[in-house]
């Protein structure tokens, strides 16, 4: 199994609305990534999680609030976003050694309304 | 921080043709440079990777050089096909204490690969 899995693919969301972005992989790795991806750009990182415990957080708006419940599953839990906040959110890992390939989930695409 | 510039931002060739995208990166503690391919509506995918201990790799018509002196390297794709027509994003990595990877993406090259 080399998948990273996301779910949902496509989300909806209004302003005042609560979600949760999760992602899932079974690979061993044990780095996990967000990423947000706006049209025609280069994805850009969010969070790093090493070993289950939140390693880098890129200066992310605390709307964004990111969890890692286990070693196989991460979460993005979402909160009064606004609309500029409309993007793809990619999920990735690896293995938490240096320099080893990271694996991209297909990614969420947002919509804020 | 680590800075990487990409160029061309656009490649159009004709199918069977060859296709160069080149890369510059700025922190020479960079040391693993991934070459990541992206279909519409989908995520990155690798296609090749190279460390800095490496001058160039080849998997069958893909190969990347790098040249460690001028931080700069390069994406070729040799007898271009239809289905190689995507965006390609090189990225260049820095290790972390923590043992994860942290690429600073290029902006990106649209490779269309014309019938």
């Known amino acids: 199994d080399t998948e990273v899995t996301q779910t949902p693919k496509h989300l909806v969301m209004g302003m005042t609305n609560k979600k949760s972005l999760k992602c899932e992989q079974h690979m061993g790795h044990r780095a996990m990534y967000w990423y947000k991806q706006k049209a025609k750009k280069p994805p850009e990182l969010m969070f790093v999680y090493s070993y289950e415990k939140l390693s880098i957080n890129e200066s992310v708006p605390s709307r964004f609030s990111p969890e890692c419940p286990n070693s196989s599953l991460l979460n993005l839990h979402l909160h009064a976003l606004q609309p500029e906040d409309s993007a793809l959110y990619l999920c990735?890992?690896?293995?938490?050694?240096?320099?080893?390939?990271?694996?991209f989930g297909q990614g969420t695409r947002l919509t804020v309304v | 921080g680590e800075n990487v510039e990409q160029h061309p931002s656009t490649l159009s060739v004709q199918e069977g043709d060859s296709a160069v995208i080149k890369c510059t990166y700025s922190?020479?503690?960079?040391?693993?440079f991934p070459w990541y391919k992206q279909e519409l509506g989908k995520g990155p995918q690798l296609i090749i990777d190279i460390r800095s201990n490496v001058g160039e790799k080849k998997d069958q018509r893909i190969a990347v050089t790098l040249n460690k002196t001028a931080k700069h390297f390069s994406l070729h794709i040799t007898e271009t096909q239809p289905e190689d027509s995507a965006v390609y994003f090189c990225a260049a990595s820095i290790s972390t204490s923590g043992g994860s990877y942290i690429p600073t993406f290029g902006r990106g090259t649209s490779l269309i690969v014309h019938p």
């Open positions: 990735a890992s690896s293995l938490p050694r240096d320099n080893t390939e990271a694996f």
């Open positions: 922190d020479s503690a960079s040391n693993y």
